[in-house]
């Protein structure tokens, strides 16, 4: 497949690029600005667009077979995600293609409780996350507003950190996937993995879900 990356330099994004490539598939990586494409891999077209002029987001779409956004705003410009999120989702309905979408956790609920979710459960998240958490919420609920494009949106565990590829994971729905010890946590490496299986054989269509170790 012809892939584009959005915040293809970014700690999930890079690795999604890792994965594409590694899997055969074409990359497109996009960043802000060209200064970046010196921490890009060899074998990727890179291309800097600046995510407010949405024209120019669909522009970089066409001839594509495929979209995925990893993009995640600098900490005070939060606010920021849903609406560069939503730049990449209307350029894939224009040009009718399918759109994979690195979530937030915050949409998740936690098990053994009443249906309280990573965002509102209190004391859940550190502050520093509170506003990110929430940037994430409305991003989810832009998708299930979104009926002309055909996306899925991918929430991490709890905890998302840099480690080891294994190939193995548990897939979820609505709820942290969590292990023999109660631990939310995938690497960003498997991460990526459950991102590319979805690209190569979608399952959740115009569906959110998740992944984590069980």
Same mark, same amino acid.
């Given at each position: /497949?012809?892939? &584009?990356?959005?915040?293809?330099?970014? %700690?999930i994004?890079?690795?999604i690029?890792?994965?594409?490539? !590694?899997?055969? $598939?074409?990359?497109t990586?996009?960043?802000r600005?060209?200064?970046a494409?010196?921490?890009?891999? %060899?074998?990727?077209?890179?291309v800097? *667009?600046?995510?407010n %002029?949405a %024209?120019k987001?669909?522009?970089? /779409?066409a001839? $594509?077979?495929?979209? @995925?956004?990893?993009?995640?705003?600098?900490?005070?410009?939060?606010?920021?995600?849903?609406? +560069?999120? !939503?730049? *990449?989702?209307?350029?894939?309905? $224009? $040009?009718?293609m399918?759109?994979? &979408?690195?979530?937030g956790?915050?949409?998740?609920?936690?098990?053994? #409780?009443?249906?309280? #979710?990573v965002?509102?459960a209190?004391?859940?998240?550190?502050?520093?996350?509170?506003?990110?958490?929430?940037?994430?919420?409305?991003?989810?609920?832009?998708? +299930?507003?979104? !009926?002309d494009?055909?996306?899925?949106?991918l929430?991490?565990?709890?905890? @998302?950190?840099?480690?080891t590829?294994?190939? !193995?994971?548990?897939?979820?729905?609505d709820? +942290?996937? #969590?292990?023999?010890?109660?631990?939310s946590? &995938?690497? /960003?490496?498997?991460?990526? *993995?459950?991102?590319?299986?979805?690209?190569?054989?979608?399952?959740?269509?115009q569906?959110?879900?998740?992944?984590?170790y069980?």
């Amino acid at each position: /497949m012809n892939i &584009i990356v959005f915040g293809a330099t970014g %700690d999930i994004g890079s690795r999604i690029v890792a994965e594409a490539l !590694q899997r055969g $598939h074409k990359v497109t990586a996009v960043t802000r600005n060209e200064a970046a494409f010196s921490k890009l891999p %060899d074998g990727v077209t890179p291309v800097a *667009v600046n995510l407010n %002029d949405a %024209d120019k987001v669909a522009s970089v /779409m066409a001839d $594509h077979d495929l979209a @995925i956004t990893a993009l995640r705003p600098p900490t005070g410009e939060e606010a920021q995600l849903p609406v +560069l999120t !939503q730049a *990449v989702v209307q350029g894939a309905a $224009h $040009h009718q293609m399918r759109v994979l &979408i690195v979530g937030g956790a915050a949409r998740l609920m936690i098990p053994g #409780t009443d249906g309280e #979710t990573v965002l509102n459960a209190k004391g859940f998240l550190p502050a520093s996350a509170v506003e990110i958490a929430r940037a994430c919420q409305v991003q989810y609920e832009q998708c +299930l507003a979104s !009926q002309d494009v055909i996306w899925s949106y991918l929430s991490p565990a709890a905890m @998302i950190a840099p480690g080891t590829r294994t190939g !193995q994971y548990t897939l979820g729905t609505d709820t +942290l996937v #969590t292990d023999s010890d109660g631990q939310s946590r &995938i690497s /960003m490496e498997d991460f990526a *993995v459950a991102m590319l299986d979805e690209a190569e054989t979608p399952k959740h269509l115009q569906q959110a879900f998740t992944v984590g170790y069980q």
